[in-house]
């Protein structure tokens, strides 16, 4: 698995990935991943999240004991928009 983050800080993008060397370590890497997005709120913006990413992730948080709380927040998929625009 991999996750990427980007965030604005300040005037500078930060961009963060996670990966998943084995499977044995996912609950660790969503704990980290869970505790940055956390730390960030603020709107969430993704590119199909809504019927993928977001599903996914909640599903993997529950999977491995993990709260979901962090995924409730405001949310912009980006993907209902370019198909909108760009047809």
Known sequence: FVVGLAAL???RWRVEQWV????????AMLADLQARLAALDGLLVTFNGA????????GRLRRC??????LAGPHLD???VARRLWK
Not at 51 to 58: C, K, N, P, V
Not at 65 to 70: M, R
Request: charged share 25%.
């Open 78 to 80: 980006l993907l209902p």
């Open 9 to 11: 800080d300040g005037d």
């Open 51 to 58: 019927s993928f990413d977001l599903q996914l992730l909640r």
């Open 20 to 27: 998943l060397s084995r499977l044995s370590a996912e609950t």
């Open 65 to 70: 004991g993990l709260p979901t709380e962090v």
